[in-house]
């Protein structure tokens, strides 16, 4: 609900400021793709914008606004100060830190900031509905109904008003003003999807099932591709004992959204009720996939197992919830006949008497206690009885339906994955990879950033390769005209290095073909040449120290997918291992000592640390890198990681609001991601 009334002020708040603010080009094109929802790329341009001229209060303003789009609230919130500190009359920004600060459960705070900004714009219908969110989430339900008086003395015919009393009413238990607050929202605007929606989870609360039922019809009918409507109509249909109905809302989340793990979930309880056993399977397995530890669907993929023969999968499976759940007496029997049936009578019999043992455990109070969401009794006549939460993680209710405890995530409208509500793509948690001098780089939608260092420049100027030296840590794999070409020139260099072997500039540059054409032993030889040459040649330096970290990452995966109790019994493996570690290192210090601001060497060798878990040393190297590049996005997402690595939670959020802020988008998922934890 909270996510529907931000959602809602957004649309009023940034058109409305567009009309207000006349500034540069540079802004204009910001606030179009704000308007259009790119978040990542408004961003680009108001910081732009703000380097340009910091002392503008706007761009921060609309900065903010696209933060609070990609879940980033403690960003946003420092932006609205930094707008306010420029301008304290600029209204709105009070609006969005108040936004910012509520989303942030700094609840006092934005009550501040709401009627600090209804001083400058009284009635102002937004933050008014927002303070009486912030009130109710207080449950000071007496400041709320007196906001809510005003509200609807002022826009009597706003249908928004009466969802949120509405949702108030419910939280103090008076279902039935609650229902006449759904039912006159609907009367005013009976267009709006989301009235129905909510209306039909009061009904499914007081059992009415098929008032239930026609509300989720009916919002199914105004929006068609909202999850969160199929997975409640599901529900209903199941208590109404319509299977094949429930069955055919789940396969449409899923034709949908293929990785929902509630519709997967309860279509594979509904499978398996029905016989389906396989295809039950199936859906758990993606389940599990996504869920490693998902002991729920871990145990019902045991049962089919079991039922379709797979004994040694089911006390796989039985094991797994066993060792989370070592009191759980339905597990051990089941486990006792799973391993009867495969032949193992000893273990089925130990199973059996240990599940003996527990009853009687059980019956005298010698089992440890559960806790209190564990032993809460449920009236089998209650419309949850056969429901659990999302995030609920009672064994006991293995077999119950799951229903959500947070809004579906929306979906962006655009294909691509950095338009729109980026923070909610499925992004890997991985450290953004090592700076390497090369000639091309992968295009890139959002990180438009040309990695600038003075000597570097200087050495293109000087025109002593083929082609020109760009930094970058997105690497382009070569196509096929580009390797012709790259071997072509090796065959020049070794031509230009027989008339002069004691070229340095030619080794170095023959090293660059060798390592784009992925010839590391080659490269490292002649790298290693131009640096005998050339002792204070710090970038033969740095791409040895690259292509050192490449062989070393490519051996090791190596040992992955070898034997590796036979390759570490070699004699001497691992500290073969460690000294080419340490050589990689050696060659980053030398960077270093030649060049001390050089900032992709301090980050290389951060990145080198965090991966050996050195996470103070590695914090270390991006403090120096950030120290002398204050806008250097990776390391500050590099930093965050180790940051949180580390459990400084606060602190590493900061250094991923920052690189979401300067270009790095996949910030914003891990913001998410630690926020719902």
């Known amino acids: 609900m909270r996510n529907l009334f931000y959602t809602f002020l957004f649309c009023l708040l940034t058109p409305a400021l567009m009309a207000q603010i006349n ?168 267009y709006y999807a989301p009235a129905y929606g909510n209306r039909a989870i009061l009904y499914y609360q007081r059992g009415d099932y098929e008032e239930a039922l026609d509300d989720l019809n009916e919002a199914l009918r105004l929006n068609t591709r909202e999850s969160a409507y199929y997975i409640n109509r599901g529900l209903v249909r199941y208590q109404l004992n319509d299977l094949r109905g429930a069955m055919a809302d789940y396969d449409q989340v899923i034709s949908i959204d293929s990785q929902n793990r509630i519709a997967r979930f309860n279509r594979g309880l509904l499978r398996f009720q029905v016989g389906d056993n396989n295809r039950a399977i199936e859906d758990f397995d993606v389940v599990i996939e996504q869920e490693p530890d998902n002991y729920m669907a871990i145990y019902n993929r045991a049962l089919l197992r079991h039922e379709t023969g797979d004994y040694r999968g089911a006390v796989e499976d039985f094991d797994a919830v066993l060792d989370e759940y070592p009191t759980f007496l339905p597990g051990f029997l089941a486990r006792s006949e799973a391993k009867r049936a495969m032949g193992d009578a000893a273990g089925a019999d130990r199973d059996y008497w240990a599940a003996i043992r527990m009853e009687d455990q059980a019956r005298a109070g010698q ?102 030296l760009l930094l970058t840590n997105e690497e382009a794999a070569l196509t096929e005209e580009q390797v012709t070409r790259h071997f072509r020139s090796i065959d020049n260099y070794s031509a230009r290095l027989d008339r ?32 005998d040459l050339a002792p204070d040649f710090y970038m033969a330096y740095f791409n040895r120290a690259v292509v050192r970290y490449k062989q070393w990452k490519y051996d090791e995966s190596r040992l992955a997918e070898t034997d590796a109790f036979d390759l570490d019994s070699q004699p001497g493996a691992p500290n073969r291992r460690a000294y080419e570690h340490e050589q990689i290192v050696r060659d980053y210090d030398m960077v270093i000592k030649l060049n001390p601001d050089f900032i992709y060497a301090y ?33 500050y997402f590099n930093r965050g990681l180790a940051r949180l690595a580390q459990g400084q939670a606060t602190e590493g959020i900061a250094d991923l609001s920052k690189a979401g802020e300067l270009g790095i988008y996949n910030a914003y998922s891990i913001i998410k991601r630690m926020a719902n934890r």
């Open 500 to 531: 002069d072997p004691a070229d340095a500039y030619a080794h170095f540059g023959r090293a660059m073909d060798f390592m784009l054409v992925q010839d590391f032993a080659e490269a490292l030889n002649d790298f290693s040449a131009a640096i």
């Open 603 to 635: 980050f290389n060798r951060g990145n080198l640390r965090f991966g050996q878990r050195d996470f103070r040393a590695a914090i270390a190297d991006y403090d120096e890198a950030i120290l002398r590049d204050p806008d250097f996005a990776e390391a």
């Open 23 to 190: 500034t540069d080009r540079v802004l204009a094109i910001g606030r179009n793709a704000l308007y259009f929802e790119d978040y990542v790329l408004s961003i680009q341009y108001f910081n732009q914008v703000i380097r340009s001229k910091s002392w503008l209060a706007e761009p921060y303003f609309y900065r903010a606004v696209a933060k609070i789009n990609l879940d980033d609230y403690q960003g946003a919130a420092d932006d609205c100060t930094l707008c306010l500190e420029r301008n304290p009359f600029l209204t709105q920004a009070y609006y969005a830190r108040g936004v910012a600060y509520q989303s942030l459960d700094r609840l006092d705070e934005a009550i501040e900031d709401y009627r600090r900004g209804l001083e400058f714009k009284p009635g102002d219908r937004g933050m008014m509905i927002n303070l009486a969110m912030a009130y109710i989430e207080q449950k000071n339900f007496d400041e709320a109904e007196g906001v809510f008086d005003d509200l609807m003395r002022d826009y009597p015919r706003y249908a928004l008003n009466y969802l949120a009393r509405g949702a108030m009413y419910i939280d103090k238990g008076d279902t039935v003003r609650a229902l006449a607050d759904y039912d006159q929202a609907i009367e005013i605007d009976p």
């Open 367 to 468: 089992l440890p206690k559960k806790d209190d969401a564990d032993q809460e009794e449920t009236d089998p006549s209650a419309p949850d009885a056969n429901t659990c939460e999302e995030s609920d993680r009672n064994i006991e209710k293995f077999n119950r339906l799951v229903v959500y405890d947070k809004e579906d995530e929306r979906k962006s409208k655009y294909q691509s994955e950095v338009r729109g509500r980026v923070q909610d793509r499925d992004v890997r948690v991985e450290l953004e990879p090592q700076f390497v001098l090369t000639y091309y780089e992968k295009p890139d939608p959002v990180k438009k950033l040309i990695y600038y260092d003075k000597s570097l420049e200087d050495f293109n100027a000087r025109m002593l390769l083929q082609w020109k």
